[in-house]
């Protein structure tokens, strides 16, 4: 392909649309070529944006909606409505899951909020645990010894890629991002102006420029997909390598409202 | 909703009763994601539905998803064209007692972010968007807003991009 894909043709690639010859093609061309390679991420982090949005509108549906939805866990009381794809465990955690039926999963849901360069944001979070127990995100509240400029997002291991995505958040601020247990994790982070970063293991920290800046951190097990989402500011979707990029566009965020959120 | 009252569910050759639920909350969320009115998504997916069993029974279906949705599309654009719909904003209802102030400052000031800049798109660009992240082929979301398929993603691109750049000016 000697000629840039316009931007339709890159959503389209982004979106599994194109037949297997021209995604080949647009995937070659891309490869090679770094204005379209940052177009095609540009996308993915609009398609994201946009993903977020929507969990937010439909945060806002009646509660009374969700009282007819499907028990996913099998524990015999429904959650709010899912809008994602169910997650499969492959392994349990340390200690032993109760025998399932495939499929079934129990969400927890934190909540953390996260100023970056004094801009706040609601970061929802959420991890799959085999049983109720309170191996929860801990997230931060708004009084705990989160620094002026500082954000931080603290999440026990998941399984895909980890996919932290930032943008606007200004010159000067910084942000962690923290894997419990120490699991080591291959972390990579790109973006435009070549974001200042240290990674050791189970952690990185980055320092954001007023560029977008993509954290991945490539974790163990096998998950399918999450997303937190902190509304205008961060955004974080874990992903399976294998998932399509038009299934990749479309989760959501399940929230059981059974478990309340464990603050610090 | 009198068409289900008379069993027409059942006769549906369209939509199995088991799958009527499903397809009615489904569609309900399309529409409240449209308006941010969830009343009138309410009313919508129900008369969107009351249309679609109808014309289904008289075989006049031959794309279901795509002629319910694009029904529900019709009167939504119909209702806001006669200004008969109006876009309310209801305060946010706080459920979680669990959450502190400053969290429910941070949420409704994110919704109201969030609706304003859903609302700066045009409706077709918001179709578009909301259509493909609902996880529509283009084939389809073609057949529900009513373009040519090779038309998806010229204009869902040009969406994408509005919508990004009204997301971006979302605090002015």
């Known amino acids: ?264 | 909703m009198a068409c289900v009252q008379a069993g027409v569910v059942e006769e549906s050759p369209s939509v199995p009763s088991h799958e009527y639920d499903e397809w009615l909350r489904e569609l309900r969320r399309y529409v409240h994601r449209l308006t941010g009115d969830p009343d009138a998504a309410e009313d919508v997916a129900q008369e969107a539905m009351l249309r679609f069993m109808r014309a289904a029974q008289e075989r006049r279906v031959r794309t279901p998803r795509a002629w319910l949705y694009r029904t529900a599309t019709n009167i939504v654009r119909d209702q806001a064209r006669h200004e008969a719909m109006q876009r309310r904003r209801p305060v946010p209802v706080d459920t979680d007692t669990s959450a502190t102030p400053e969290q429910d400052l941070e949420r409704g000031e994110v919704i109201r972010q969030v609706r304003t800049v859903l609302e700066s798109l045009s409706p077709r660009d918001r179709e578009l968007l909301i259509l493909r992240e609902s996880g529509f082929k283009y084939r389809e979301i073609a057949g529900v807003i009513g373009v040519k398929t090779e038309s998806v993603p010229v204009l869902a691109a040009r969406a994408l991009e509005r919508f990004r750049v009204a997301y971006a000016g979302r605090h002015r």
């Open chain 1, 1 to 264: 392909m000697t000629t840039h894909p316009g931007r339709d043709v890159l959503l389209a690639h982004v979106d599994g649309e194109l037949t297997e010859p021209e995604q080949r093609a647009v995937a070659a061309h891309a490869a090679g070529c770094e204005a379209c390679s940052q177009a095609v991420s540009g996308i993915r982090d609009s398609a994201a944006l946009f993903a977020g949005v929507l969990v937010a509108i439909d945060d806002e549906e009646p509660p009374a909606w969700s009282a007819s939805t499907r028990d996913y866990d099998g524990d015999g009381r429904s959650g709010r409505a899912a809008r994602v794809l169910p997650l499969r465990r492959e392994g349990p955690p340390a200690a032993p899951s109760p025998s399932r039926a495939s499929g079934a999963f129990r969400w927890a849901a934190g909540i953390v909020l996260v100023s970056v360069a004094g801009v706040s944001a609601a970061i929802v979070g959420y991890r799959m645990q085999a049983e109720p127990r309170s191996e929860l995100i801990a997230p931060a509240s708004a009084d705990a010894q989160v620094e002026p400029g500082v954000a931080s997002l603290v999440m026990t291991p998941q399984a895909g890629v980890l996919r932290v995505t930032l943008s606007g958040a200004g010159a000067g601020s910084r942000v962690f991002v923290t894997l419990a247990d120490g699991v080591a994790a291959r972390i990579a982070v790109e973006g435009t102006g070549s974001p200042r970063f240290t990674a050791v293991t189970g952690r990185v920290d980055v320092d954001l420029g007023a560029d977008v800046v993509t954290v991945h951190v490539t974790l163990p097990d096998t998950l399918r997909e999450t997303i937190v989402m902190a509304a205008g500011v961060a955004l974080v979707t874990v992903r399976q390598d294998s998932v399509s990029p038009a299934a990749a566009a479309t989760t959501g965020i399940l929230l059981d409202s059974a478990l309340q959120p464990r603050m610090e």
